[in-house]
């Protein structure tokens, strides 16, 4: 199911916790899991769930309840956008409008060639950075003006 | 101990109590929708926000610890704000179809906005709405109507052992689901109906049944598993619409498993038998009572004039009342016979004449919470007593260290400290190396029947394991399962179990079969004793010419269904009193009474603790049926017997257990004059190894449509262990022929780590292995 690179990352963070206790390592896994497979498929999170030896549904939780584990396919670059409020009052909202528009798709829709995923993100703790978006969830761009998206899309698209 | 105040009332309460605690215990009712007493505390609902001097702002009675001088309010005026402002977003979101909600009447979420809601909402944006689950055919779904209040997801968890459902999603999207399409397949399921406090969860095979209010509330007690669980059932126009748990912390708490609660859905199908009827001439005619009773007594008047007494014997099922039991037993004697029985499955009954007592758990249901060391021997634990199998998995977190031998092993939903697989002829081997360890290790001297035996085996690592954990136990615990009474060495196992149990200075039970196993040695109903005769098994063996046969459906419920037909083939009289017309039986019967279910007779169970629970009838008779101990009564007069004049149930009742009603501990007990154990063959075949599925275990559950749509009522696979497959040449999934001595049977191959090497698993009781015959013995299998 995954690869064995990524089955030794889990396995490095199951050591960090006590032997009784691999579930502290969910959040991990499931992060490197989504990292190997671009998305976690419900068979994906079953797998982890049987690695960890926790109840499917426990893990399900977890990956449901944070935004930047995917459920569904993404595009090869997630763009997510703060919109929360520091990030609103800074011309978040207007970023992500001004993406919207560029890319011709919503919040959660994928660009028709496969490219590009719009999400809409909470707080990413760098609020007097704003407007800040995140792409694939580990690059973070700070005060995003239109011409600083353009450049971004622009660079994205190579 | 910590002094608190609540509501101007003084009181003092333990160290650790939480405020909602504290408040019950003086009276004052808290309003709270996820907290419950059986649960772990999550206190996310907040309806039970009270005033806490001193604190800044309520504060949730369910999570708040006592501490010393507290003084709580729990109707100021700032609590009851609290209380209507958590109850206005409560229903927020709840959808206003109470008339169509089954829940309606019983609903804590209806009862509190009474007195917590608003007359209006001020809420006019859009409400959400969640999809409904399918949770299987036991559960029904209205996900819109759930306050996410968790007691379900808490109750899989920790009550059941697998957590099957959860939260998923977050915020105002959070809603409970089970993995993806999964449906909730655990045999205590049916709880998280009673938990709900919306109308989320209600219950599927009783969905717009009745309203509650509608229904009387009847008490009963459960038929089905050795615990007796207490009942209420709900009865709308002499009809059983629904049967809930009553709490009774000494026995069932306040769960019931799917068995106790679905069950009632068996007791009105098409197939109910409500007239006598007799065969004439190979056809069936439906007849009254005098005809058919007038035919009995001369069948069986005849039969014992030309053959004797001892050609007429009678088998009586263990879920069948103590009276029910006595007065089949007091026919048979009557007539001069000594062949009655009621242990249909087991299959060793060299102990009969050798027992001090009835067979029990050697200690009460509500002592297992204080044990710390647990040996169980032989059973499907958890299917075979699921509320027994709970209160074993919480004692387990309190630190009870369980240890099982077994020749097949199901997941338990608890950690098992040592887990010891080996196949049915190995079993006292293992058991005896246990033994050998605690004698190597211990003080105390073993007896000397055991000697030869012990010196035979060889302790090995398992063994020592659990002599070692039995060892450093201060409360110990040794319990037979049903699958080791039932094995063809059972009273080897027995003594060498209780002899463990002594070695290790604990206590030894048998945790029972069925309702009345403890209640059927009671009323005699045991071929030794006053008059002794043939057991349930020498009655197939050789066979007799007349049987009465009590609440069994002989393919299922015997140890050998091969011979059972047989036998009933050949004899010149079979009659039946049951309360179902059985497909099966319609060949060799002939005669059928209709006797009644346990709701609609009165009685009395044993249960594995001892304990008697008598019961009254809840519904009028169906047709023409009786209760059985009414048509034993009368068939014992109509034979000219003595002694047959009891005026009611109580009074057969007074007869078996004298005026005070109860089991005299006198009459408990496991212990048997044993005779030295010598070393066993070892099988060399394939052994089948038979459990009997939660759902077949007797002709009520076996007729429960909802409970026969379960996962655990699928139809039987022969499982075998992936070493044992390769060496059989199988995959799993294969169909494949099962043969036994008396015949065979056709079913598909699954891989079981947990069955025995050179073993295969196969359930008995169901129709597509029956013509298998005996539950123990070799087996071959072969690919078609």
Known sequence: MLSPESLKKIDQEIAKYPADQKQSASMSALRIAQQEKGWLANETIEFVAKYLGMPPVAVYEVASFYNMYDLAPVGARKITVCTNLPCALSGGVHAAEYIKKKLGIDFNETTADGKFTLKEGECMGACGDAPVLLVNNHQMCSWMTEEKIDQLLADLQK | ?784
Not at chain 2, 235 to 263: G, I, M, Q, T, Y
């Open chain 2, 1 to 784: 101990m910590l002094e608190i105040e609540i509501d101007g009332k003084q009181l003092q309460v333990s160290d650790g109590s939480t405020v909602m605690e504290a408040a019950a215990t003086v009276g004052a009712y808290v309003p709270h929708f996820c907290y419950h007493k059986k649960l772990s505390i999550a206190a996310n609902c907040r309806m039970c926000l009270v005033q806490v001097e001193k604190a800044p702002k309520p504060l949730p009675a369910c999570a708040t610890p006592v501490t010393n001088g507290m003084k709580v309010w729990t109707h100021s005026e700032q609590a009851v704000k609290a209380q209507k402002g958590v109850m206005e977003f409560l229903l927020i979101n709840h959808p206003l179809d109470c008339p169509v909600c089954d829940q309606g009447g019983e609903c804590q979420l209806q009862d509190l906005s009474v007195g917590y809601g608003g007359a209006q909402s001020r809420y006019e944006e859009e409400k959400r709405v969640v999809g409904n689950k399918n949770l299987g055919p036991l559960v029904s779904t209205d996900m819109t109507r759930c306050i996410n209040c968790t007691r379900c997801v808490r109750f899989t968890t920790e009550i059941a052992g697998l957590m099957e459902l959860g939260q998923a999603f977050r915020g105002e999207h959070a809603e409970i689901m089970p993995f993806v399409e999964k449906t909730v397949d655990s045999e205590l399921s049916g709880n998280i109906i009673d938990l709900c406090p919306v109308g989320a969860l209600t219950s599927k095979p009783f969905r717009f049944a009745a309203r509650a209010w509608e229904m009387s509330r009847r008490k009963s007690i459960s038929p089905h598993d050795s615990l007796g669980s207490n009942l209420i059932v709900q009865v709308k126009h002499d009809v059983v619409k629904r049967v809930l748990p009553l709490e009774n912390e000494a026995v069932n708490e306040c769960w019931l498993s799917d068995k106790d609660r679905f069950s009632y859905e068996g007791l009105n199908g098409e197939d109910r038998l409500k007239r006598p009827m007799v065969k004439q001439g190979g056809a069936w005619i439906e007849t009254d009572w005098q005809t058919a009773m007038d035919y009995v007594v001369r069948g069986l008047k005849g039969i014992r004039a030309d053959h004797g007494p001892e050609s007429i014997g009678a088998l009586g099922s263990p879920h069948s009342t103590l009276e029910e039991l006595f007065l089949l037993q007091s026919v048979v004697r009557g007539l001069g016979s000594g062949n009655v029985d009621f242990r249909l499955r087991q299959s060793d009954f060299s102990a009969d004449g050798r027992m001090k007592g009835a067979p029990w758990l050697g200690m009460s249901v509500s002592e297992i919470a204080g044990l710390d060391r647990l040996l169980i021997v032989g059973s499907f634990f958890r299917k075979d007593h699921p509320l027994v199998a709970q209160r074993v998995r919480q004692a387990v977190k309190k630190g009870l260290k369980v240890s099982a031998i077994n020749p097949a092993f199901d997941d338990w939903q608890f950690a098992l400290q040592n887990q010891l697989c080996v196949s049915p002829s190995e079993m006292s081997a293992a058991l005896a190396k246990v033994l050998k360890a605690l004698v190597e290790q211990g003080s105390a001297a073993l007896s000397p029947e055991f000697q030869a035996l012990v010196d035979s085996v060889q302790v090995d690592e398992q063994a020592l394991a659990i002599a070692r954990s039995l060892g450093s136990g201060r409360r110990v615990a040794v319990w037979m399962g049903n699958y080791a009474v039932q094995h063809q060495d059972g009273v080897a196992l027995h003594a060498l179990a209780s002899e463990i149990a002594r070695l290790s200075g604990g206590r030894f039970g048998v945790l029972g079969e069925a309702a009345n196993s403890v209640g059927g040695y009671l009323a005699g109903a045991v071929p030794f004793g006053a008059v002794s005769g043939k057991n349930a098994s020498e009655m197939l063996s050789t066979p007799l010419k007349a049987y009465v046969l009590l609440g069994i459906e002989p393919e299922f419920d015997l140890r050998d269904a091969v011979a059972a037909r047989k036998a009933f083939g050949a004899a010149e009289m079979v009659v039946m009193l049951s309360a179902f017309k059985f497909e099966e039986a319609l060949g060799y019967a002939d005669v059928m009474l209709p006797v009644s279910p346990f709701t609609e007779t009165g009685g009395a169970f044993v249960n594995c603790e001892g304990r008697t629970q008598s019961f009254h009838p809840v519904v009028k008779n169906t047709g023409d049926s009786r209760p059985a101990w009414k048509v034993l009564r009368v068939l014992g007069e109509a034979l000219g017997l003595g002694n047959f004049d009891y005026e009611s149930v109580d009074a057969v009742r007074a007869q078996i257990l004298g005026a005070s009603g109860s089991v005299d501990p006198f009459r408990l007990s496991n212990d048997i004059d044993i005779e030295p154990l010598n070393p066993a063959g070892v099988s060399q075949g394939l052994q089948r190894v038979a459990d009997i599925p939660i759902h077949f275990a007797d002709p009520l559950v076996r007729r429960s449509a909802p409970l026969q749509a379960t996962k655990d009522s699928e139809a039987p696979f022969a499982r075998i262990s992936p070493a044992t497959l390769k060496t059989l040449g199988l995959n799993a999934g294969d169909k494949v022929v099962v043969r036994s001595v008396s015949g065979s049977a056709t079913v598909v191959v699954s891989e079981d780590e947990g069955v025995a090497a050179g073993c295969v698993r196969l359930a008995a009781a169901h129709s597509s292995t029956w013509a298998l015959g005996s539950l123990n013995g070799e087996v071959s299998v072969e690919r078609i």
